[in-house]
Nanobody
Framework: QVQLVESGGGLVQAGGSLRLSCVASGRTFSTYAMCWFRQAPGKQREFVAAVSRTGISTDYADSVKGRFTISRDNAKSTVYLQMNSLKLGDTAVYYC??????????????????WGQGTQVTVSS
């Protein structure tokens, strides 16, 4: 079992920044690929950013490229999502997820085994 706890969400004005954190416990963090997804009211959960277990490989949704950065610190069992130049359309509940994977990045929610409880990000005008 892997437990994931997100933090760092909140209310921010458009153009502002937030950094989300997701702390993992229960298994060897460095063997898990990690991902951030988000879900806005009335919409399906969508991929945001993914990182390989080593942190070397990353992938981003087109809507966040150039604005968001995913990173991880395996010594702290933590994955981060730095969000800059936030837009109204970024408002959603953000979830981190983990998947046992020795190689690659994964962007399909169905591939992930463990999920956090989510953290709300609200961008105001």
């Amino acid at each position: 079992q892997v437990q994931l706890v997100e933090s760092g969400g909140g209310l921010v004005q458009a153009g502002g920044s937030l950094r989300l954190s997701c702390v993992a416990s229960g298994r060897t963090f460095s063997t898990y690929a990690m991902c951030w997804f988000r879900q806005a009211p009335g919409k399906q959960r969508e991929f945001v950013a993914a990182v390989s277990r080593t942190g070397i490989s990353t992938d981003y949704a087109d809507s966040v490229k150039g604005r968001f950065t995913i990173s991880r610190d395996n010594a702290k069992s933590t994955v981060y999502l730095q969000m800059n130049s936030l837009k109204l359309g970024d408002t959603a509940v953000y979830y981190c997820a983990s998947k046992y994977a020795l190689m690659g990045v994964w962007i399909n929610p169905a591939d992930y085994d463990y999920w956090g409880q989510g953290t709300q990000v609200t961008v105001s005008s």
